[in-house]
């Protein structure tokens, strides 16, 4: 299976870049910059250093014991990414495009948000390297993301409210795109996800690698195999990329893909834009996405801020249609309970993203069964969730 992406930034015949004419020189010139970057092996040398100084890398690896007793099955390990600097995945690729940003000499800084993890994490690189940061968040997320909107802020950064569509991060991310058009000649635009033109899903897939790269070395010390299955959360699907690139090759292994099926895919309230919608046009990109009859761009639903997104990374379409990953998807309440379930178990608070991930993961280790070993992406922390959390209780009848 070819996974490239060519030079057009096609998977198959998913990615490539769709974007206004104002734009076709800014991406050209990102190509540019960052086939130029990735080939420095100072460029490199700078990143590595970065991630294991800054970042804290490597992330650890953690057999989860209590949790592998209570469901009865497969042994389970965490990939540990909640425990980086910031708490999440993200700061892999703001590291690494703000080092990109700053080998190209571009003054200002812009992103998009939805949970706020890759919001704090580009206003924490942007401080790092003393860039000029605008964040565009949708005003539902900055609701019940009030913790990392206050983050940004303190870190230097402007959080600009966004209050169109469904003021979550697709709407957001439709803004940045329109101030990149009107700045382009001084401004990097951070996208945080494996989502966008030519050339984001192939580098931000590229800065996210290290995730898979560690647990695969990690995992060979410590059980001398691999997992028989790797689940994390998708979103547009970065910190899936970033442990599946690894694996890619290893064909015994099981790629799961975890949606958010929100309110239930019947509901018609979800952001499973791989199991329950289709190709098209979103955000520059060609790959799976919910839409209507009409073609319009439907709104997502999930509990989960950084799930809340009505399409996903082009490479995500390819590895769907190939069969080399399975996507799956999990509810709110299946989410929230696994949250729960989680942090009184293991004593760690998860992403309620990452909380996709560890629901689907309980069903899948009774099929398993305790001869095999699975391995979860745990994306982020928790922290920025207690209040959805407490808010989500509340409603349905008070703490379980």
Same mark, same amino acid.
């Given at each position: 299976m070819d996974r490239v992406p060519d030079s057009t930034g096609r998977f198959g015949p998913f990615?490539? &870049?769709?974007?206004?004419?104002?734009?076709?020189?800014?991406?050209?010139?990102?190509?540019?910059?960052?086939?130029s970057a990735w080939a420095d092996d100072a460029f490199h040398a700078e990143f590595d250093r970065l991630?294991?100084?800054?970042?804290?890398?490597? $992330?650890?690896?953690?057999f989860a014991e209590r949790l592998t007793r209570e469901?009865?099955?497969?042994?389970?390990?965490?990939?540990?990414?909640?425990? *980086?600097?910031?708490?999440?995945?993200? #700061? *892999?690729?703001?590291?690494?495009?703000?080092?990109?940003?700053?080998?190209?000499?571009?003054?200002?800084? #812009?992103?998009e948000?939805?949970?706020?993890?890759?919001?704090?994490?580009?206003?924490? =690189? =942007?401080?790092?390297?003393?860039?000029?940061?605008?964040?565009?968040?949708?005003?539902?997320? #900055?609701?019940?993301?009030?913790?990392?909107?206050?983050?940004?802020?303190?870190?230097? &950064?402007?959080?600009?409210?966004?209050? $169109?569509?469904?003021?979550?991060l697709k709407d957001a991310m439709n803004e940045a795109i329109r101030d990149w058009v009107t700045n382009v000649r001084d401004t990097h635009y951070v996208i945080g996800s494996v989502a966008g033109p030519h050339p984001y899903p192939l580098m931000v897939r590229e800065f996210q690698k290290i995730i898979g790269i560690e647990a695969r070395a990690q995992f060979l010390e410590a059980q001398d195999r691999l997992p028989d299955a790797?689940? =994390?959360?998708?979103?547009?699907? $970065? *910190?899936?990329?970033?442990?599946?690139?690894?694996?890619?090759?290893?064909?015994?292994?099981?790629?799961?893909?975890?949606e958010a099926s929100g309110s239930g895919i019947s509901s018609g309230h979800h952001a499973a834009s791989i199991g329950a919608g289709r190709p098209g046009v979103l955000h520059g990109s060609y790959s799976y996405l919910l839409d209507t009859d009409s073609g319009q761009i439907r709104e997502a639903h999930s509990i989960a801020a950084g799930l809340d997104y009505p399409g996903v990374g082009p490479e995500h379409s390819w590895l769907?249609?190939?069969?080399?990953?399975?996507?799956? &998807?999990?509810?709110?309440?299946?989410?929230?309970?696994?949250?729960?379930?989680?942090?009184?178990?293991?004593?760690?608070?998860?992403?309620?993203? &990452? $909380?996709? =991930?560890?629901?689907?993961?309980?069903?899948?280790?009774?099929?398993?069964?305790?001869?095999?070993?699975?391995?979860?992406?745990?994306s982020g922390r928790g922290d920025k969730d207690v209040h959805t959390m407490a808010a989500w209780l509340e409603s349905h009848g008070g703490d379980r």
């Open positions: 990615g490539g &870049s769709f974007v206004p004419e104002t734009l076709s020189a800014a991406l050209e010139e990102l190509r540019t910059g960052f086939d991630l294991a100084e800054f970042v804290g890398r490597p $992330s650890l690896l953690t469901w009865g099955g497969a042994r389970v390990y965490l990939k540990r990414e909640d425990l *980086n600097h910031t708490g999440a995945h993200k #700061i *892999n690729n703001t590291v690494g495009q703000l080092l990109l940003a700053d080998r190209m000499g571009k003054s200002r800084i #812009i992103a948000t939805g949970a706020g993890q890759h919001g704090v994490a580009t206003a924490t =690189a =942007a401080a790092l390297f003393g860039k000029e940061c605008h964040v565009y968040m949708g005003t539902e997320d #900055i609701r019940r993301q009030e913790l990392n909107v206050y983050r940004m802020k303190m870190l230097g &950064s402007e959080v600009i409210p966004v209050e $169109s569509g469904s003021c979550t790797i689940v =994390a959360c998708v979103g547009g699907g $970065s *910190n899936a990329l970033g442990i599946f690139t690894a694996f890619m090759g290893d064909r015994d292994v099981r790629l799961v893909g975890v769907h249609d190939t069969g080399r990953a399975e996507y799956v &998807s999990v509810d709110d309440a299946e989410a929230t309970d696994a949250f729960l379930e989680f942090s009184r178990t293991e004593g760690i608070l998860p992403a309620l993203e &990452s $909380s996709h =991930a560890l629901a689907y993961a309980k069903r899948l280790a009774a099929e398993l069964g305790p001869e095999r070993s699975l391995l979860i992406c745990l």
